[in-house]
């Protein structure tokens, strides 16, 4: 005998067409995004995956612990590491993205600065899945390559539209850690800036961790100023990552 046929809620629908743009999220995150618990968040999950439109997988990444194991997800034997991340199936994206995307893992070097982008997203435009209030970097990886298949300027990590001018869009760029070497950090915000004014955006906002990190943001955006014979740049903007977040995601009203 069969199970009770599984109709996912508006709701449900619209978190599954974010985790598509998103590539995937953490059940962590995906608890924030519905604003209530671990169990409801793996619930959710439970759901997807038996109607064929997920996958779960650990990835271990150096976060925190501890974890434990999952009778749902993981082999009863097994010794987690790291938190269990949602990601959906191939054809489950093309669904919503109306392109295939190819096959897609959640990758320990890139689940940090996914989880962070999509935490700042939800808490600037919560789960609103329209591509003119919010462009993923994957949409844009789409939108925006060229001839040879490939994106032909700088990616942002996003786009979103100003909550108070609609006429401007702003690049989303979120730095975790600083990057070293020679001018690396000064390259990287000169390309974000230029990949921005060739596509008629207002400017860039840098969402920084860590006041070390700004400073050197700080430092990078005073350089490259310089260079180019202004006081500042007027199309650059520097806030801080984490309180962005708590403001956005405190308090969050559950969808369920």
């Known amino acids: 005998m069969s199970g009770p046929e599984i109709r996912l809620q508006a709701w449900e629908t619209r978190l599954e067409e ?25 619930k959710f999950a439970r759901r997807l995956k038996k109607l064929g439109h997920a996958q779960v997988a650990r990835v271990d990444y150096g976060s925190r612990g501890p974890w434990r194991n999952s ?19 191939r054809g489950t994206n093309w ?3 109306e392109f295939d995307p190819g096959e897609w893992i959640p990758k320990a070097s890139t689940a940090s600065h996914l989880t962070a982008v999509t935490e700042l997203r939800l808490a600037l435009t919560g789960l609103d ?43 989303v760029e979120v730095e975790l850690s600083r990057k070293f070497g020679d001018g690396r950090l000064t390259r990287a915000m000169s390309a974000a800036l ?16 860590g006041e070390g990190l700004r400073r050197a943001v700080e430092g990078a955006a005073a350089r490259l100023a310089h260079e180019r014979n202004l ?13 962005t977040v708590a403001r956005g995601m405190q308090p969050r009203e559950a969808v369920i």
């Open 129 to 171: 899945t329209d591509p003119q209030v919010w462009t993923s970097e994957r949409l844009l990886r789409r939108r925006l390559k060229g001839e040879s298949g490939r994106p032909e300027v700088h990616i942002h990590d996003g786009w979103f539209r100003d909550f108070t001018d609609p006429d401007k869009v702003w690049a």
């Open 194 to 209: 230029d990949a921005a004014e060739r596509n008629d955006l207002a400017g860039v906002v840098y969402f920084v961790r």
């Open 95 to 97: 669904g919503y993205l």
């Open 71 to 89: 009778t749902t997800f993981d082999e009863p034997d097994a010794v987690p590491h790291g938190p269990l991340w949602l990601s959906l199936t």
């Open 18 to 42: 974010l985790i598509a743009q998103q590539y995937g999220l953490s059940f962590d995150t995906v608890a924030k995004a519905i604003g209530r618990g671990p169990r409801a968040a793996s």
């Open 231 to 243: 006081d500042r740049l007027p199309n650059l903007e520097i806030h801080d990552l984490d309180a």
